[in-house]
């Protein structure tokens, strides 16, 4: 059974960072694209940010420019750099690998 494994979630005072981690297996990490989603209370997953095999990213406009998507192809990990958060921000962040493979997710709460 494939499985992703978040990890870095927490509690954050309004405008801090802090930045979450996901390793997956090498045999579907090197051929798909990654992504983190959020959800937050009461609210469908969104998807926040993506980033190919090749390393192109893209953002949803609640986080551009503060969020960070980045992979390491050595060590099969994805990471999402998140710098001043808002309490708008908090929520349940889902790895996902596009070869339809989901982690259980970690909760980041950030307080006003």
């Known amino acids: 059974q494939v499985q992703l494994e978040e990890s870095g979630g927490g509690l954050v005072q309004a405008g801090g960072s802090l930045t979450l981690s996901c390793v997956a297996p090498?045999?579907?990490?090197?051929?798909?694209?990654m992504a983190w989603y959020r959800q937050a209370p009461g609210n469908q997953r969104e998807l926040i940010a993506t980033?190919?095999?090749?390393?192109?990213?893209n953002y949803a406009q609640s986080v551009k420019g503060r969020f960070t998507i980045s992979r390491d192809n050595a060590k099969n990990t994805v990471y999402l750099q998140m710098h001043n958060l808002k309490p708008e921000d908090t929520g349940v962040y889902y790895c996902?690998?596009?070869?339809?493979?989901w982690g259980k997710g970690t909760l980041v709460t950030v307080s006003s």
């Open positions: 090498g045999i579907i990490f090197s051929f798909n694209a």
């Open positions: 980033i190919t095999t090749s390393g192109i990213t």
């Open positions: 996902y690998n596009y070869g339809n493979y």
